[in-house]
C-alpha cells in the first residue's frame, strides 16, 4: 500500500463541514483511497472509498484530486458523533492475494460543541 | 455493511493463563480474516492474516506459538492468546474479508485484554 500522510489532529465546530486532508502522492493506478473512522475503544467504521471519481454516500463524501495525490473526506454536518481517528489508506483490494489494510497514525478528529 | 462480531468484548485474567476470543462474520462467509492488536494511542498492528483450512500467517514479530489462530470454518476465526503476560494487554480488533477479487474489509468491535 501506497503511504500516506494525514494532519495529527484538527477540530471541527458541530454543525460545520469537516474537511480531512489526506496526501498519497505515490499512489499506483490500482490503488483506491479507502477511508476509515475509529471511535475510541470500538473497531475501526468503513466510511467511504473511491479510486478516481468523487464519491458520495449518507456519512461522508469523498474528493479526489485529478492527478489522485491527494484527497478530501468530507463529513456535511459534523456532529460530537463524529469525533473519532480518520485513517486514510491507499490500497489494491484486487491484488490476487488476500492483503490487509495498513494503518498509518490517522487525523484525530474533535468536534467541539 | 457487512457484520463482524467478537466474543468477549471485555476479559480479564491472570498472568499465566490461556484465552480465547472469537471472531464471527454474521452475514458473510470469510475466507480471510485478520487479527490486529492496538496499544493505547497508536495505531493498528496487523499480528496475522488467518486463511480458512489452513495455517495462519504472521508478521514478523509475532510469536506463533503463543497466539494460536484457528480458521476453522468460514465465519469463524479465533485467536488464542496462551500464557497471557500484562505486556499482552491490549485491544484485540479481528477483520474479516469478502470474497471476490474487490473484497471489502469489515471490522469487529474489538477485545479488550487486561492481564493482571
Known amino acids: 500500500d501506497a503511504k500516506t500522510t494525514q494532519p495529527t489532529s484538527m477540530d471541527c465546530a458541530e454543525g460545520r463541514a469537516a474537511n480531512l486532508p489526506c496526501n498519497h502522492s505515490?499512489?499506483?493506478?490500482?490503488?483506491?483511497v479507502y477511508w476509515y473512522r475509529q471511535i475510541h475503544s470500538q473497531g475501526p467504521q468503513y466510511i467511504i472509498h473511491?479510486?478516481?471519481n468523487n464519491e458520495t454516500n449518507e456519512m461522508a463524501s469523498l474528493i479526489i484530486t485529478e492527478d489522485r495525490k491527494s484527497s478530501t473526506l468530507i463529513l456535511p454536518h459534523a456532529t460530537l458523533r463524529d469525533t473519532a481517528v480518520y485513517y486514510c489508506?491507499?490500497?489494491?483490494?484486487?491484488?490476487?492475494?488476500?492483503?490487509?489494510?495498513?494503518f498509518g497514525s490517522g487525523t484525530q478528529l474533535t468536534v467541539l460543541p | 455493511g457487512a457484520v463482524v462480531s467478537q466474543h468477549p468484548s471485555r476479559v480479564i485474567c491472570k498472568s499465566g493463563t490461556s484465552v480465547k476470543i472469537e471472531c464471527r462474520s454474521l452475514?458473510?462467509?470469510?475466507?480471510?480474516m485478520f487479527w490486529y492488536r492496538q496499544f493505547p494511542k497508536k495505531s493498528l498492528m496487523l499480528m496475522a492474516t488467518s486463511n480458512e483450512g489452513s495455517k495462519a500467517t504472521y508478521e514478523q514479530g509475532v510469536e506463533k506459538d503463543k497466539f494460536l489462530i484457528n480458521h476453522a470454518s468460514l465465519t469463524l476465526s479465533t485467536l488464542t492468546v496462551t500464557s497471557a503476560h500484562p505486556e499482552d494487554s491490549s485491544f484485540y480488533i479481528c477483520s474479516a474479508r469478502t470474497s471476490g477479487s474487490s473484497g471489502e474489509q469489515f471490522f469487529g468491535p474489538g477485545t479488550r485484554l487486561t492481564v493482571l
Open positions: 505515490t499512489i499506483s493506478g490500482n490503488e483506491y
Open positions: 489508506i491507499a490500497h489494491s483490494p484486487s491484488s490476487g492475494s488476500a492483503r490487509q489494510l495498513t
Open positions: 452475514d458473510f462467509q470469510a475466507t480471510t
Open positions: 473511491g479510486l478516481k
